[in-house]
């Protein structure tokens, strides 16, 4: 079962038509249209960057090897949110990452990423 951070990693493989902006959908009421998803690129991207980043501090308790791993698991996630299209999905997907990234910041590993 695919987690909320799972979509919002996986937007990021949308063609740049095809991105979407947390919390400003225009013309899609439950899916999202090409110009939901083309708002939500340069948010998506920061995300994914920042999570590839927090993952490399030297607060958090793991070895290369575990490292390596992690940042590989987070790729995985968002190119499987990329297939996402539920406008409420990558909304909760987005809140998730924002979370997550708070807790690598504070140095914890977030429990569906362990």
């Known amino acids: ?24 959908m225009s013309k899609g009421l439950i899916w999202a249209t090409a110009e ?5 690129r ?23 090897a575990a490292r390596l791993h992690r940042k590989a698991q987070a790729r995985a996630i968002f190119m499987v949110a990329a297939d996402e299209r539920s406008i409420h999905n990558i909304k909760d997907l987005i809140d998730v990452a924002d979370y997550s990234l708070s807790l690598l910041r504070k140095g914890e590993i ?4 362990q």
């Not at 990021?12 to 095809?18: A, E, F, S, T, V």
């Open 42 to 64: 340069g948010k998506i991207l920061s995300l994914y960057r920042q999570i590839l980043r927090s993952l490399n501090s030297p607060d958090l308790p793991l070895n290369l």
């Open 110 to 113: 977030p429990k569906y990423i």
């Open 36 to 40: 939901d998803l083309s708002r939500n």
């Open 1 to 24: 079962m695919l987690t909320r951070l799972h979509v919002a990693l996986l937007i990021l493989r949308l063609p740049k038509q095809q991105q979407i902006i947390g919390g400003k």
